[in-house]
């Protein structure tokens, strides 16, 4: 693109901590987000009969076009240091224009039994199938990144619901910014980029103030507590989800005082980085 801007692209499986995670990158001074600008191009040129209750307000707010959102949106001009963009992976198909190479590419994952338990409660048991989790897409995508000497950034659900700073700053040493403590907290209720959608999904997440435990997966979400009908579909990606989840980048250890990040330890007679300092169980 030209310019020192740093373009991030999130592409999540639905019903994950996306809404947070773009609310956390919202509260940063430097940063522009985007909700889901791809969700025209999906109704319109992938799954044109896909169910949504808002599907004609979706059609008429946004440019349908998913290519000249990328030219435009992705790659056009931005007035912020950082960009971040909220996509769902399956929004990912039928784009022409290449655009991962230019973009910092994270993507979300979360076990596909927990996505479609929570997807149905919403859209019904009979508007459930595992194609509605994007675990190909997201492999299809890692496949896309890594074939243009780029990184796909591998972020498990849990971890950053369950270790946010951690994982958070994992995330920002990835994409080549600084972590910043306001990342962790925002104020009840919505942001104004919030997508026409959100009346239908971010109930959670406008109740939050940060990466509580309100966000975890309930136990209604158990495969005894679920229609046989959800439990079968989600099976069928265990496979890909395990394949997702063996990628995922490690949240980083969070010190009491960050000066320890750089401490010394004496070791067998020498002082060896902290990272280094091991004993065998022989020692």
Known sequence: ???????????????????????SFAQRTDTKVSDEPLYGHYLTNIDPTAFRPYREEVLAAQNCDGDAVVRELMLGPCE??????KNMAKFYSKLNEPFLAATKNIILIRHPLQVLASWSSTLGVENTKIEDVGLRE?????????????????????????????????????????????????????IPEDGLWARYWYHVTHASTGFEAGLRSP???????????????????????????????????????????????????????REEAKVSVFD
């Open 1 to 23: 693109t030209g310019d020192s801007v740093v373009r991030i692209n999130l592409w999540s499986a639905p019903r994950c901590a996306s809404t947070s995670l773009m609310y």
């Open 219 to 273: 136990a209604s979400n158990r495969p005894s507590s679920l229609p046989g009908e959800v439990v079968a579909e989600a099976g069928k990606g265990e496979e890909e989800y395990r394949a997702l989840l063996g990628r995922r980048v490690r949240p980083e250890a969070v010190l009491p005082d960050p000066r320890n990040a750089h401490i010394l330890v004496h070791v067998n007679g020498k002082l060896v980085p």
């Open 80 to 85: 912020k240091k950082v960009l971040f963009m």
């Open 138 to 190: 997201q492999l299809e995508l890692i496949e896309a990144i890594e074939a243009g000497g780029g990184k796909a950034i591998v972020v498990s659900n849990e971890d950053l619901v369950q270790r946010p700073e951690g994982t958070l700053r994992a995330v920002c040493r990835q994409v080549g910014i600084e972590f910043e403590a306001r990342m962790l907290k925002w104020k009840r209720g919505g």
